[in-house]
């Protein structure tokens, strides 16, 4: 079966009177990296919040996997199979690694009419994607006291106990060094050869330069146009995603 | 004895001290330093009064806790999931009245406890849905709540309290088994009961997670609402609990029963080493702090210390855990 893993068919998000998006259309292959670019409150965050299960959307229809789905809650969207990892990680700092990685779908064992919580088989999967990362991270450390770049892997992990389809990104490399950005982009890298979808936010253009297949910016709540960053110099790419951004229409025809 | 025979030992006492803070609960937040406060202060009363040590006192400073260590447990839980409960207090005595009121009617016990129970799941509800969904601090909603149900219970009363003449009721807060009143073994097993239940349930999981944040449990999917007016709603039924124990204590159901009962609560929870900022605090805590207060409150009568003054100690012990607390929440943000 061919044909994308996403599509948005003239999808709107109104907040009151304000309208974030205006019928937008947009599509994600399976296995394809995209980058989405744009200036504050153009309407990036807003589209990736609608495919994370948090707003709804005012108008508009999402397909995904060739059905069309309605997400009423973050748990709708990632029982389909779209994570997301937010800017802020958003973490619990309090609970430990393995309860971080299984928050929200832990897993539990049934002993007469009550579920308790299986801990040992949590703490196991954790460890066990924690070593396919490659970070040395004890699953029953506080996440909180964890650094920078840990509780980042955290995150990661967390997207990936359940095998999405499609990986949400919401400025992934804002908070990490040099050397930590070339560690997640080699794991997003993986990701793709593994067939995971993924879709970028990000404000540093060269770190999506890398990696993704197709850059989308977007303006003011609409899609203002798309770049294919691997057919033409990287210079090119940054001067045509400037313009597009700025709306500056010279720059877009170049 | 030399110095490595010195330091086998203080490595052997290394061992024992973490293996009871397994048992303890493990980790982080082990109530290990207010259980040496608690060790020291009972030697020290132990010297001082021959009267401290003896079953009748042990005893007395059991049913003295029972209430406030009820009311502890919901408060405890209600606050490690970042939340606030200060109606425990009238929730208790309006449950109080609704039991001796219908047991004095004649209708069964067992069924007026339930429609006790009953009102305090129906205020924990309520205190849980306008946190919830009215996004309202819980400190005021409860503050509101608070009144509102004080109010109810003087109006419907008339202001009068309810002498309970039901022999059986009265003999559940007198009566003992092998020498323990029944209210001290409802308090030990309430204890015993939610600290076995909060590492191994998702409603304990939860509690800590939203406590921690609760945006971040929201996007994992945490129906973040729903479980905290379970956890307001725990601490309801918790406060009608401790209101048939009043009445069973007591003998008779007051409108007043348990005013300003939550400076006792607040101060053992929060000694106790629960955050007030939520995410991390423990039942043994609360425990340990519980019995702690009991002593101290003990100690403060045995040696003769005017009434008044007892109100001060509590006071200036509630200030002394929050500046604690505060010190250790500093500490966590430079690390």
Redesign the interface.
């Known amino acids: 079966m061919s044909g994308p893993l996403l599509e948005m068919v003239g999808v709107t998000k109104s907040f009151g009177p304000i309208a974030a998006l205006h019928h937008v259309d947009f599509h994600i292959g399976k296995a394809e990296a995209v980058g989405l670019i744009g200036d504050n409150g153009a309407g990036k965050s807003t589209l990736v919040k609608i495919l994370s299960g948090l707003y709804p959307p005012t108008a508009g229809t999402i397909r995904f996997d060739g059905r069309e789905v309605s997400f009423g809650s973050p748990l709708d969207a990632r029982s389909a199979g779209i994570e997301m990892i937010y800017q802020d990680l958003s973490l619990c700092g309090d609970l430990d690694v393995a309860a971080n990685v299984f928050l929200g779908r832990e897993l539990r064992r049934r002993v007469g009419p009550f579920r308790f919580l299986d801990r040992r088989a949590m703490r196991r999967a954790a460890e066990t994607a924690m070593q396919e990362l490659g970070a040395r991270i004890e699953v029953d450390r506080i996440t909180g006291e964890l650094s920078g770049g840990q509780r980042q892997l955290v995150a990661v992990a967390r997207a990936l106990q359940f095998e999405p389809r499609l990986l949400l990104l919401d400025e992934p490399t804002a908070a990490l060094s040099t050397e930590k950005i070339r560690v997640l982009m080699s794991v997003i890298e993986q990701l793709k050869s593994r067939g995971v979808s993924i879709l970028m936010i990000s404000h540093r253009f060269t770190d999506i330069l890398h990696v993704c297949d197709r850059i989308v910016v977007v303006r003011q709540g609409r899609i203002a146009g798309e770049l294919a960053p691997r057919a033409q110099p990287a210079d090119r790419t940054m001067a045509a995603m400037h313009a597009l951004m700025t709306g500056d229409e010279l720059g877009a025809a170049a | 004895m030399s110095m490595s025979e010195l330091g086998s030992l203080s490595g052997n006492g290394g061992t024992r001290l973490a293996g009871l803070a397994r048992y303890l609960g493990g ?2 937040d082990t109530p290990l330093g207010l259980l040496a406060i608690l060790i020291l202060l009972v030697i020290i009363l132990s010297i001082g009064s021959p009267y401290f040590l003896t079953a009748v006192n042990l005893l007395n400073i059991g049913r003295g806790i029972a209430i406030v260590g009820l009311l502890a447990v919901g408060m405890t839980i209600v606050i490690i999931s970042g939340g606030f409960d200060l109606s425990v207090g009238s929730t208790m005595a309006a449950s109080g009245m609704v039991a001796g009121w219908l047991a004095m009617q004649g209708v069964p016990l067992p069924v007026a406890f339930a429609a006790a129970l009953a009102l305090g799941v129906i205020i924990g509800l309520a205190n849980g849905a306008i946190i919830s969904y009215g996004r309202i601090n819980p400190l005021i909603a409860t503050l509101a709540t608070l009144a509102i149900v004080r109010g109810c219970g003087y109006v419907v009363s008339g202001g009068r309290e309810i002498v309970i003449s039901n022999q059986a009721f009265q003999k559940l807060g007198v009566g003992t088994f092998l020498g323990v009143p029944y209210i001290v073994l409802l308090l030990v097993a309430v204890f015993l009961i939610f600290a076995w239940l909060m ?4 409603f304990g ?1 939860y509690a ?2 939203i ?3 609760a ?9 973040v609402a729903r479980w905290r007016i379970t956890y307001y709603v725990t601490s309801g039924a918790l406060a009608a609990l401790a209101g048939l124990v009043f009445v069973a204590r007591t003998g008779n159901a007051q409108p007043s029963a348990g005013a300003g009962i939550e400076l006792d609560v607040i101060t053992a929870v929060i000694l106790g080493g629960t955050s007030l900022n939520g ?2 605090g423990r039942l043994s805590g609360t425990f340990i702090a519980l019995i702690l207060l009991g002593v101290i409150n003990n100690g403060l009568i045995l040696m003769g210390v005017p009434a008044f003054w007892q109100q001060v100690v509590k006071g200036s012990i509630l200030l002394v855990a929050v500046l604690y607390d505060e010190l250790r929440r500093h500490r ?1 943000e430079e ?1």
């Open positions: 980790g982080r590492p191994r349930t998702l999981r800590y997670a406590g921690s944040s945006k971040a449990a929201q996007r994992a999917g945490v129906p995410g991390r966590v690390a």
